[in-house]
């Protein structure tokens, strides 16, 4: 079993649509981070969090510690939000990354 | 653009072969990861260097060695290369660390390498 599991896998939605992709992680964690990987293959980081709840314009993350859960909710969604959306854990006090699968998702107009 | 520079781009090579991936962090950065990306294993972490020395270590082949040079750009060697390493090879760095273990990771562009 992953030690960290996103769910979608597979995400369709039609432009302006609320979505959430879900994190859980089985290990302890001192920091929980939202990337998203574009199709030409690049990274970026989207949000850092160790507690609570972060916002970038119409991206939020939230992360409930003792649930061991994180989501990533897009509002208003649109094309350009298309992408792979990859959940990782700084696991125990370590500084690498483990990663969830990703979940792939597709705005259509 | 995040700052960190990969060369090359795309890597195309033959079994057996021996190859050196390159990675320059952003300004300041004395933080260097080297991630592997591959289709049936997704991301793995392969190795972590800060300011010139090794400080943890993945899921790294013995075949496959790195090193962080003084002026902190960082190199990943490859060698006896097998089909199986075809992947998409991220560098990251980050801030130096004060107080805490982790700080936001900036990744490279990646370098593709297909193996034949």
């Known amino acids: 079993k992953n030690e960290v599991e996103q769910s979608p896998q597979n995400l369709t939605a039609q432009e302006g649509e609320f979505i959430t992709i879900n994190c859980s992680y089985s290990?302890?964690?001192?920091?929980l981070h939202w990337l998203q990987q574009h199709p030409g293959g690049g990274i970026v980081s989207l949000f850092m969090?160790?507690?609570g709840k972060k916002k970038h314009g119409r991206l939020i993350a939230t992360i409930n510690i003792q649930e061991k859960h994180s989501s990533l909710h897009i509002t208003a969604s649109h094309p350009r939000d298309s992408a792979v959306y990859i959940c990782?854990?700084?696991?125990?006090?370590?500084?690498?990354?483990?990663f969830g699968t990703g979940t792939r998702l597709q705005v259509t107009l | 653009d995040s700052g960190v520079t990969q060369t090359p781009k795309h890597l195309i090579t033959a079994t057996g072969q021996r190859v050196t991936l390159r990675c320059s962090p952003r300004?300041?950065?004395?933080?260097v990861y080297w991630y592997q990306q591959s289709l049936d294993q997704g991301l793995q972490f392969l190795i972590q260097?800060?300011?010139?020395?090794?400080?943890a270590k993945g899921n790294i082949l013995e075949r496959f060695s790195a090193q962080q040079f003084p002026d902190l750009h960082s190199e990943l060697n490859l060698s006896s290369l097998e089909l199986g390493d075809s992947a998409l090879y991220f560098c990251?760095?980050?801030?130096?660390?004060?107080?805490?273990?982790?700080?936001?990771?900036?990744f490279g562009p990646g370098t593709r390498l297909t193996v034949l």
């Open positions: 990251a760095s980050s801030e130096p660390l004060s107080g805490s273990s982790y700080n936001e990771q900036f």
């Open positions: 290990v302890g964690i001192s920091a």
């Open positions: 969090l160790s507690s």
């Open positions: 990782a854990v700084n696991p125990g006090t370590a500084s690498k990354l483990t």
């Open positions: 300004s300041g950065d004395l933080s």
């Open positions: 260097y800060y300011n010139g020395e090794e400080r």
